[in-house]
């Protein structure tokens, strides 16, 4: 029996549930998960054959050692990039003994592994084009867990958005741990310049590789596949947003006008610690270079509280950059630290747990004081919105997104029908529609039907 493990260290919530990072927590379910199974293993009649224990995923490798001496019923442990081993780690485990491959690799992409829709009434869906991260933040353990950055080729990912497409799926949102530093150099068909593709006044500890496939011709062919079909992508790194870049998302109708730039600081003593290559007056630079190429568009951010020596003036900075930029989504979080970073080698955690808990609530007030503001300029606006399903709240109502990914509220009734046969359609899953916003609060948006629509014919505001 294979126990899949979580995968992200820095677990995103939605904005309407804003609450501090528990990482021990997501942790302790599966030790406890693993004493149930255990128990199951204990009990298991020999008729019914044995049974095998297995972890996969990044705890596997950042734990193998306590796992395997703490949990001696363990008869398999693979990392993030052992898949393909698992035939002969099974194979192991069936002479009885403990089997284990944690190794990263410097090529793995799962560029070979097509993903299946297990969702029938999904409407959108994420496509992975690159794993691993070059970065090397001070207080990220991803490089450590998922090894370094290696991109899946052009071909792999447009076969599964087709595939996708034919499906009926309506968006799809690309992701990578830094997806905009994105680079396929497996074909040199369409080289790109070797021109810096670092947004100004941004810096990197590592070299950037020249040639090939970068994100801005991604997204570009992505983006063709199909007209009907959103496209979205997270999570950026800051450093990665030359203008050519801005210049796709504005021109392309189906590449939503929606930004994740991730701040994680206000102050530059903190960002310097967290060797994020970049200066707070950089990134209000960018910004303001985001909105100048892309009117209306929809900024929301990363943001980590309490970090090795934040003092309260560091804190006050991170507030007034929320107020200075005014997101439309926020992710927040406390920081904990974790093994293998440079921050655990380096840095001393020494921001007590209970400023940390009085940080992050200053952080969510004042987000939300701004994200009220943000959606109140949206009331009496037209709103073209994706319609996922029936609101959580209310089977009398539908919910769905806008270009920006706020979420709309609207009620479930007929739209009059300009057929002949004069029977009124109602909105599903999968269809566009046209809402007039009639309210909002720092979380949604409420609004009145007013029409079926098409991405290609219809504004996304009006």
Same mark, same amino acid.
């Given at each position: 029996?294979? %126990?899949?493990?979580?995968?992200?260290?820095?677990?995103?919530?939605?904005?309407?549930?804003?609450?501090?990072?528990?990482?021990?927590? #997501?942790? $302790? &379910?599966?030790?406890?998960?693993?004493? $149930?199974? @255990?128990?199951?293993?204990?009990?298991?009649?020999?008729? $019914? !054959?044995?049974?095998?224990? !297995?972890?996969?995923?990044?705890?596997?490798?950042?734990?193998?050692?306590?796992?395997? $001496?703490?949990?001696?019923?363990?008869?398999?442990?693979?990392?993030?990039?052992?898949?393909?081993?698992?035939?002969?780690?099974?194979?192991?485990?069936?002479?009885?003994?403990?089997?284990?491959?944690?190794?990263?690799?410097?090529?793995?992409? =799962?560029?070979?592994?097509?993903?299946?829709?297990?969702?029938?009434?999904?409407?959108?869906?994420?496509?992975?084009?690159?794993?691993?991260?070059?970065?090397?933040?001070? =207080?990220?353990?991803?490089?450590?867990?998922?090894?370094?950055?290696?991109?899946?080729?052009?071909?792999?990912?447009?076969? *599964?958005?087709?595939?996708?497409?034919? /499906? @009926?799926?309506?968006?799809?949102?690309?992701?990578?741990?830094?997806?905009?530093?994105?680079?396929?150099?497996?074909?040199? %068909?369409?080289?790109?310049?070797?021109?810096?593709?670092?947004?100004?006044?941004?810096?990197?500890?590592?070299?950037?590789?020249?040639? @090939?496939?970068?994100?801005?011709?991604?997204?570009?062919?992505?983006?063709?596949?199909?007209?009907?079909?959103?496209? +979205?992508?997270?999570?950026?790194?800051?450093?990665?947003?030359?203008?050519?870049?801005?210049?796709?998302?504005?021109?392309?109708?189906?590449?939503?006008?929606?930004?994740?730039?991730?701040?994680?600081?206000?102050?530059?003593?903190?960002?310097?610690?967290?060797?994020? !290559?970049?200066? +707070?007056?950089?990134?209000?630079?960018?910004?303001?270079?985001?909105?100048?190429?892309?009117?209306?568009?929809?900024?929301?951010?990363?943001?980590?509280?309490?970090?090795?020596?934040?003092?309260?003036?560091?804190?006050?900075?991170?507030?007034?950059?929320?107020?200075?930029?005014?997101?439309?989504?926020?992710?927040?979080? #406390?920081?904990?630290?974790?093994?293998?970073?440079?921050?655990?080698?380096?840095?001393?955690?020494?921001?007590?747990?209970?400023?940390?808990?009085?940080?992050?609530?200053?952080?969510?007030?004042?987000?939300? *004081?701004?994200?009220?503001?943000?959606? /109140?300029?949206?009331?009496?606006?037209? /709103?073209?919105?994706?319609?996922?399903?029936?609101?959580?709240?209310?089977?009398?109502?539908?919910?769905? +997104?806008?270009?920006?990914?706020?979420?709309?509220?609207?009620?479930?009734?007929?739209?009059?029908?300009?057929?002949?046969?004069?029977?009124?359609?109602?909105?599903?899953? @999968?269809?566009?529609?046209?809402?007039?916003? &009639?309210?909002?609060?720092? /979380?949604?948006?409420?609004?009145?039907?007013?029409?079926?629509?098409?991405?290609?014919?219809?504004?996304?505001?009006?």
């Amino acid at each position: 029996m294979i %126990q899949k493990l979580p995968g992200p260290y820095y677990r995103r919530v939605d904005t309407s549930e804003l609450i501090p990072l528990q990482r021990e927590k #997501a942790e $302790q &379910t599966i030790w406890n998960r693993l004493k $149930q199974l @255990g128990n199951m293993k204990r009990k298991r009649c020999k008729s $019914q !054959g044995p049974l095998r224990i !297995g972890i996969l995923g990044c705890m596997a490798e950042r734990l193998k050692e306590e796992i395997l $001496q703490r949990e001696k019923m363990v008869d398999i442990l693979a990392g993030p990039d052992a898949y393909r081993d698992l035939p002969r780690l099974l194979s192991v485990a069936e002479t009885g003994q403990q089997a284990a491959n944690v190794l990263l690799s410097l090529d793995e992409t =799962y560029a070979d592994v097509m993903p299946v829709q297990t969702s029938s009434n999904s409407v959108s869906s994420f496509v992975s084009i690159m794993r691993g991260c070059n970065n090397m933040c001070t =207080y990220c353990i991803v490089p450590f867990t998922r090894g370094r950055e290696r991109s899946r080729p052009v071909h792999s990912i447009l076969e *599964e958005v087709k595939m996708l497409s034919s /499906q @009926g799926i309506k968006e799809v949102t690309l992701l990578g741990q830094n997806v905009n530093s994105y680079l396929d150099t497996s074909s040199l %068909q369409f080289p790109t310049t070797n021109a810096s593709h670092l947004s100004r006044g941004f810096s990197t500890i590592y070299k950037p590789r020249e040639g @090939g496939l970068r994100f801005v011709d991604l997204l570009d062919q992505v983006s063709s596949v199909d007209p009907e079909m959103r496209i +979205r992508f997270t999570s950026p790194h800051p450093k990665d947003f030359p203008d050519e870049v801005l210049h796709l998302i504005r021109e392309r109708h189906n590449i939503c006008k929606q930004i994740h730039i991730p701040a994680q600081s206000g102050s530059d003593r903190v960002l310097e610690a967290m060797r994020r !290559g970049y200066t +707070r007056g950089a990134y209000l630079d960018l910004v303001q270079n985001i909105r100048e190429h892309i009117p209306g568009v929809s900024l929301s951010s990363d943001f980590i509280t309490g970090f090795c020596q934040e003092t309260e003036e560091d804190h006050q900075q991170t507030l007034s950059l929320l107020r200075d930029v005014s997101y439309n989504a926020a992710f927040l979080f #406390a920081y904990s630290m974790r093994k293998k970073t440079r921050a655990f080698h380096r840095l001393k955690d020494d921001v007590p747990p209970e400023v940390k808990k009085r940080r992050l609530e200053e952080l969510i007030a004042v987000f939300r *004081e701004e994200a009220e503001k943000v959606n /109140q300029r949206d009331v009496g606006s037209t /709103q073209l919105v994706l319609v996922e399903g029936v609101s959580k709240r209310s089977s009398l109502e539908l919910c769905g +997104r806008n270009d920006g990914n706020t979420k709309v509220i609207f009620p479930d009734v007929p739209i009059a029908s300009n057929s002949s046969l004069g029977d009124d359609i109602r909105a599903r899953p @999968g269809d566009y529609v046209l809402v007039k916003i &009639t309210s909002s609060s720092s /979380q949604s948006l409420r609004g009145r039907l007013l029409d079926l629509a098409k991405l290609q014919s219809s504004p996304a505001i009006s």
